[in-house]
């Protein structure tokens, strides 16, 4: 089903970009409608770093070399993968609206923060930057889309941060996922735990995830050796077709995360990230693999991460958390519910996944503490809370949770809240 939603909105990123630029092979197609005579360069190629059209839309396929504003009376379309390099900085104004062209492979479209490149968005509670896909008809002013439905995603790639910090790899630094090796923009990880990659705040990210490579999909929010000098709050990532946020390594602290309808896990951490995720909702759809996956490190440098202050709405195919390869971490005031019986088909279960993540739990490396839930009738804790962790949780009945996110920082900006998503936290 989610094949044919796809391809049949192709077509309508096709048509609704030619309305606003010119096309990607050269500035020939004179009967678009928009076509302009002056995103022409003398060899005939396109000027993408123009404004094409009436004015309010601007087509960007260069990287970001030197200091650049976007202003929010535009619409920004990125029309490639496109990098904000080392030196340079991307300020976005509150209300600015970004779209991704369809495209996958080495044709997925991205922005992606190089290490030593900055981004400074700072959107509002008012005015919120929304980074989407061309298919989308939302507007400058415009919080919820008027053509898109929630569950479409992979119509474009993702925002892509990387930075100095320190990560757990085979290296001390690597080439993060969804780009290819041979765009070495990519790389990521260091030895500057405090690196500042910029501010993000109250941004939403949709319907992304396009994919580069079997099983190798862009994340909608990828934070690669991020630094503690970078400030992220207020995020909001909608079906994106891999992981909502996911962490590589970096000790980047964040606040207030919501991650609805991600089409691989909601939460996922790697590579010893040290940070602290403090206040977030996952809202898990028909797709949703795992609520939360915690994974260990994959090199010599060990350290753990928090997750705190969270609500976790499950679904009929999700997992609530899965803890592997050595997990370390700590998750304090988690609550959750809607999740499936784990005896019907293995799902909805709280699992630690091989020796190194048991023996990491036995010995207090990875921590659990006011774990609350709302389990189906009749199933017992200890079904869904594998591996003696189950003593750290609690029953309750749905509303009567002592612990878990704080809804009101996601209320009025979010795609989330004006779709009807938060009335159940």
């Not at 976007?70 to 300020?91: D, F, I, P, Q």
């Not at 995360?257 to 028909?286: H, K, R």
């Not at 060990?302 to 998750?331: P, Q, Y």
Request: net charge negative; hydrophobic share 35%.
């Amino acid at each position: 089903m989610r094949k044919l939603r796809v391809s049949g909105l192709l077509v309508v990123a096709t048509l609704t970009l030619a309305t606003t630029s010119c096309k990607k092979e050269g500035c020939t197609d004179e009967t678009a409608i928009n076509y302009s005579e002056d995103a022409k360069k003398d060899d005939g190629s396109c000027n993408y770093e123009d404004i094409v059209g009436d004015g309010s839309t601007v087509v960007v396929s260069q990287n970001i070399t030197t200091n650049t504003t976007w202003t929010n009376e535009k619409v920004y379309v990125l029309n490639t993968r496109v990098t904000v390099t080392t030196g340079a900085t991307l300020t976005i104004e509150p209300g600015t609206i970004i779209k991704g062209e369809v495209g996958t492979g080495p044709n997925a479209t991205a922005l992606i923060i190089a290490r030593g490149g900055k981004i400074m968005a700072e959107g509002t509670a008012t005015s919120p930057i929304i980074f989407t896909t061309i298919a989308d008809e939302i507007q400058p002013g415009q919080i919820d889309s008027p053509n898109m439905s929630a569950d479409l995603d992979g119509l474009w790639g993702g925002l892509i941060v990387l930075g100095n910090a320190p990560i757990s790899a085979d290296n001390p630094s690597v080439q993060i996922e969804g780009i290819p090796p041979s765009d070495q923009n990519g790389l990521y990880g260091g030895s500057d735990a405090t690196d500042n990659s910029g501010v993000l705040k109250y941004i939403s990210i949709r319907h992304g995830g396009a994919n580069i490579g079997e099983g190798n999909e862009i994340n909608g929010l990828t934070l690669g050796g991020v630094g503690t000098g970078t400030v992220i709050e207020n995020i909001e990532v909608v079906s994106n077709q891999d992981d909502g946020v996911e962490w590589f390594g970096g000790t980047v602290n964040v606040k207030n995360v919501i991650v609805w309808n991600a089409g691989d896990d909601a939460l996922d951490t790697d590579q010893a990230w040290s940070g602290t995720l403090d206040n977030f909702i996952v809202i898990a759809g028909e797709s949703t693999d795992h609520a939360l996956e915690i994974d260990g490190p994959e090199g010599a440098f060990l350290d753990a991460h928090t997750l705190k202050n969270g609500s976790i709405k499950g679904a009929a195919n999700t997992e609530i958390a899965d803890f592997r390869d050595g997990a370390r971490a700590s998750l304090e005031n988690i609550y959750m519910f809607g999740f499936p019986d784990p005896a019907t088909d293995g799902r909805g279960d709280f699992s630690l996944s091989g020796q190194a993540s048991i023996d990491n739990f036995a010995n207090g490396v990875l921590n659990f503490s006011n774990l609350e839930v709302t389990s189906p009738t009749g199933v017992a804790l200890s079904d869904i809370f594998k591996g003696g962790t189950d003593v750290h949780a609690t029953e309750v009945s749905q509303g009567g949770n002592t612990v878990g996110a704080n809804v009101s920082p996601f209320m009025g900006w979010t795609f989330s809240d004006v779709r009807g998503q938060l009335t159940d936290f």
